[in-house]
T-cell receptor, first 115, second 112 residues
Framework: NAGVMQNPRHLVRRRGQEARLRCSPMKGHSHVYWYRQLPEEGLKFMVYLQKENIIDESGMPKERFSAEFPKEGPSILRIQQVVRGDSAAYFC?????????????FGPGTRLTVL | GENVEQHPSTLSVQEGDSAVIKCTYSDSASNYFPWYKQELGKGPQLIIDIRSNVGEKKDQRIAVTLNKTAKHFSLHITETQPEDSAVYFCAAILTGGFKTIFGAGTRLFVKA
């Protein structure tokens, strides 16, 4: 059973470009979470999605950031018009349910560098 | 909202010694406390967790304790090995919630 998959693992963008980060949850998991990790810091919650629904996006910046989890295919975190401050590691996690005690399994992350 | 404080930020121990990492949380409604280990260039991996109806849990060399009254929980690693070197994160999740609130992390160095 493959774990959570994320791609690309490394992404370099120039200021003003768009970044698209992909996440395929573990088989059988329909709940996806995105977190951002700045250097030397802990992970910060961004958004929680179920298939075709955004459940909570309270941790996501109001502008330039969006997320989706379509019926078919991976979850996508999209950052438009990237700025240097967007440089970070972005982690996706998945769980089988939404209970507070459902373990979240993390992917390897995408490291975004904005030049 | 929930806030998780973690100490120390850096911990260096000799191989074979024990390591203890402590965390406190602010919201008494939190009921699930996972611990993650993150190695360089990788995502966090769950190593142990504890639920609010349990005071202590052990898995081989790793144990976690929870004091709900004081709102703090700790990770104990015994007989440390060089491969235990990593960043460790404590976390808390509110009852009925799904946001994992992470501590800032502890960088553990185990010297051979």
């Amino acid at each position: 059973n493959a774990g959570v998959m994320q791609n690309p693992r490394h992404l370099v963008r120039r200021r003003g470009q768009e970044a698209r980060l992909r996440c395929s949850p573990m088989k059988g998991h329909s709940h996806v979470y995105w977190y951002r990790q700045l250097p030397e810091e802990g992970l910060k919650f961004m958004v929680y999605l179920q298939k075709e629904n955004i459940i909570d996006e309270s941790g996501m910046p109001k502008e330039r950031f969006s997320a989706e989890f379509p019926k078919e295919g991976p979850s996508i975190l999209r950052i438009q018009q990237v700025v240097r401050g967007d440089s970070a590691a972005y982690f996706c996690a998945s769980s089988p349910g939404s209970s507070s005690t459902d373990t979240q399994y993390f992917g390897p992350g995408t490291r975004l560098t904005v030049l | 909202g929930e806030n998780v404080e973690q100490h120390p930020s850096t911990l260096s121990v000799q191989e074979g010694d024990s390591a203890v990492i402590k965390c406190t949380y602010s919201d008494s409604a939190s009921n699930y406390f996972p611990w993650y280990k993150q190695e360089l260039g990788k995502g966090p991996q769950l190593i142990i967790d504890i639920r609010s109806n349990v005071g202590e849990k052990k898995d081989q060399r790793i144990a976690v304790t929870l004091n709900k009254t004081a709102k703090h929980f700790s990770l104990h690693i015994t007989e440390t090995q060089p491969e235990d070197s990593a960043v460790y994160f404590c976390a808390a999740i509110l009852t009925g919630g799904f946001k994992t609130i992470f501590g800032a992390g502890t960088r553990l160095f185990v010297k051979a």
